[in-house]
């Protein structure tokens, strides 16, 4: 067994025993000094250990543990609302006694003294729900549960994204398994709370807008599919599919991707590859990801034929590749780019719908926009880092916004 299992092991083996003996019975001791030590030994290896509970999955950093698959606690402390632990440092027993009280009361749903449990719990162990920072998805700070700190932001889902382009680009291998984390982590961060939440990440850098640009592009794929009623395994399908559309643009130089002007005849001819580019190191890579793979290629092909990869023969894109073209415009338009500054809602949708029938397929145009209208307050602005945004940056994003630029001319 791996060392982080071993120790996820003994953690549940403590939590029954502190619901079976009462304070001061050795067996509760004992039970607790044999985690406390598995913890000690995981961090010898990993200073920082992450878990993130899924329900029927656990992910160690950005890794499913395969042998921990179905574990029953893992549920547990997913509906208790614990889906992500983190151990920041070394803590002490006493210490990690206090965490193991304050796990075991939302597991049993019992109310504890919060304010007893504040100043007990060591702030280098990190729990609780997946949620997001700032604006919505603050959570009230006064609650008598939950009463764990959330410092979650997309940060780390996105440094994943960049160390997965810098693997494409220096190995042509696609790690798949990271994506899938990134798309398992991302569907938790969208139903951490009880209402269906979408963070979407704001642009700090242009030269990382394809990271953030494909983790929205991810989670706005994620929601559609799921406001349109598909299944678990699909909408994780179609978060994969969103994630790495753009992933032919690490071929694409950093220079002409971030071009505040308009692009050379020869430019154009250059960017207009990479649908067909990522498309093809999404075969080569894993010949499972068909569908990534077929959104990759068409996602710039528009309902009338139009666009690019140009085709010889018009026929229907996949209706995948129709339903993330619609969030990938959304989320391009919603983006302060070199060229232009971003559009509001009340410009982007109707820009949307006007094009509906040319560039859009028609029903996709009106359930996006019915799902944007209900979910609109459940947008949650998040940051990549820990660190809040300057405020100049952060004004210069929020606005003001207009619709100056074409679009079209201009790559998503
Ligand atoms: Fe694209
Ligand atoms: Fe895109």
């Known amino acids: 067994m791996s060392e982080p299992a071993e120790f996820l092991g003994a953690f549940a083996q403590a939590l029954a025993g502190m619901l079976l003996y009462a304070e001061g019975h050795p067996a509760r001791a004992r039970g607790i000094d044999a985690a406390y030590e598995e913890l000690l030994d995981l961090q010898l290896e990993t200073p920082r250990p992450l878990f993130t509970f899924l329900g029927d999955e ?6 499913p543990l395969r042998e921990m698959r179905n574990w029953d606690w893992s549920m547990r402390l997913a509906e208790a609302g614990i889906q992500r632990l983190e151990f920041m440092e070394r803590v002490s027993r006493e210490e990690f006694e206090a965490f193991l009280v304050d796990v075991l009361a939302r597991v049993t749903m019992t109310p504890i003294d919060t304010a007893e449990a504040r100043q007990l719990r060591p702030t280098s162990i990190k729990f609780g729900a997946v949620g997001v920072r700032g604006g919505a998805g ?25 160390w997965l382009h810098r693997e494409v680009q220096e190995r042509e291998a696609l790690p798949l ?3 899938e984390a990134v798309v398992r982590s991302l569907s938790v961060a969208m139903h ?29 794929s994620m929601a559609f599919a799921e406001f349109l009623g598909m299944g678990a395994a699909d909408v994780r399908a179609f978060g994969v599919a969103g994630l790495l559309h753009d992933l032919g643009k690490v071929r694409i130089p950093i220079e002409v991707l971030t071009k505040p002007g308009k692009l050379t005849p020869d430019e154009r001819v250059l960017m207009n590859t990479h649908p067909a580019e990522g498309a093809r190191i999404i075969l080569e890579s894993e ?10 290629y068409e996602h710039h092909i528009m309902l009338n034929g139009l666009g690019y990869p140009q085709v010889k023969f018009r026929r229907s894109c996949h209706e995948a590749s129709n339903l993330i073209h619609v969030c990938d415009v ?33 029903t996709y145009v009106r359930s ?18 820990r660190a809040p945004l300057p405020a100049s ?14 679009p079209s001319s201009h790559p998503v």
């Open 368 to 385: 996006f926009i019915a799902m944007m209208r209900k979910w609109e307050s459940q947008v949650a602005v998040v940051s990549d880092e």
């Open 58 to 63: 656990v992910i160690f950093g950005r890794l």
């Open 330 to 362: 959304y989320d391009a338009l919603r983006t302060r780019r070199p060229y232009r500054e971003a559009w509001s809602v009340e410009q982007v949708l109707p820009y949307i719908e006007g094009r509906a029938g040319l560039e859009f397929d028609p």
């Open 138 to 162: 603050d959570l009230p700070q006064e609650e008598a549960l939950p009463t764990a700190t959330i410092t979650f932001s997309l940060g780390e889902e996105a440094e994943t994204i960049r």
């Open 177 to 179: 398994a990271e994506a």
């Open 287 to 296: 010949q499972e990801l068909d569908l990534a793979a077929v959104v990759a």
């Open 393 to 406: 940056v952060a004004a210069a994003v929020a606005g003001p916004a207009g619709p100056e630029g074409s």
């Open 192 to 220: 951490g709370d009880k209402q269906m939440m979408l963070p979407l990440l704001q642009l700090k850098q242009f030269d990382q807008y394809t990271t953030t640009h494909s983790l929205n592009v991810a989670v706005l």
